[in-house]
């Protein structure tokens, strides 16, 4: 069955350091790939998508991402976090259709 | 655009009642779902249409909960009766086509007393 995992379930960085927020995803072919941010009390905000081409994906607020084949994986990134960057992300697999399932996501706390 | 709209944005409710939560997509999004997000369970879809007919409703966790989307700009979903263990927050979202990614409202936090 199609899974998303994202083992950090918490992670707290120092506003100006560098981040990256885990995911691996389980299916057969590759599948479209997203992250998305939520702020609290918000819905969710597409960050950025993968489904082919260039390995490395450019997103909004200063984020990417880059898919591995080889280890199911599609790692966000972002060089220095800024305190506005607080928030729950999550990263989701489609497959059929629209179908998108998501991880349990990642809380991210950002230090002053 | 004026994004995905949900209504209402918090709803309290006493166990039994029936409860109704609206959504009203974008404007030329062929699919439509709805989500449901707890702590304990995190972000679950509970079902979506796509061009106004329910492709997959195998996550609407009983018999209690239903959904309609009569047309490409409403949607509903329905509990009746509520129960206290429905108590969460209920997302919809829309997309335009495959691979272009969900836009998702603000939610409705809904509590069954």
């Known amino acids: 069955a199609q899974s998303v995992t994202q083992p950090d379930i918490h992670i707290t960085v120092s506003e100006g350091a560098s981040l990256e927020l885990r995911c691996n995803y389980s299916?057969?072919?590759?599948?479209?790939l997203f992250w998305y941010v939520q702020s609290p009390g918000q819905g969710l905000q597409l960050l950025l998508k993968?489904?082919?081409?260039?390995?490395l994906v450019q997103g909004i607020k200063g984020f990417e991402a880059e898919f591995k084949r080889s280890q199911s994986s599609f790692n966000l990134r972002k060089p220095s976090v800024h305190w506005s960057d607080a928030a729950e992300y999550f990263c989701?697999?489609?497959?059929?259709?629209?179908?998108?399932?998501f991880g349990p996501g990642t809380s991210l706390s950002v230090i002053p | 655009d004026a994004g995905v709209i949900q209504s209402p944005r918090h709803e309290v409710t006493e166990m039994g009642q029936e409860v109704t939560l609206r959504c009203k997509p974008i404007?030329?999004?062929?699919?439509l779902f709805w989500y449901r997000q707890t702590m304990m369970r995190g972000l679950e879809l509970l079902i979506y249409?796509?061009?106004?007919?329910?492709?997959?409703d195998s996550g609407m966790p009983e018999d209690r909960f239903s959904a309609k989307m009569p047309n490409a700009s409403f949607s509903t979903l329905k509990i009746q009766p509520s129960e206290p263990r429905d108590s969460a927050v209920y997302f919809c979202?829309?997309?335009?086509?495959?691979?272009?990614?969900?836009?998702f409202g603000s939610g409705t936090r809904l509590t069954v007393v």
């Open positions: 404007s030329g999004h062929n699919s």
């Open positions: 989701g697999s489609e497959t059929s259709y629209d179908k998108v399932i």
């Open positions: 299916y057969g072919a590759t599948p479209y």
């Open positions: 979202a829309s997309s335009f086509d495959r691979g272009y990614g969900y836009t």
């Open positions: 249409f796509n061009n106004n007919v329910p492709i997959d």
């Open positions: 993968y489904f082919s081409g260039d390995t």
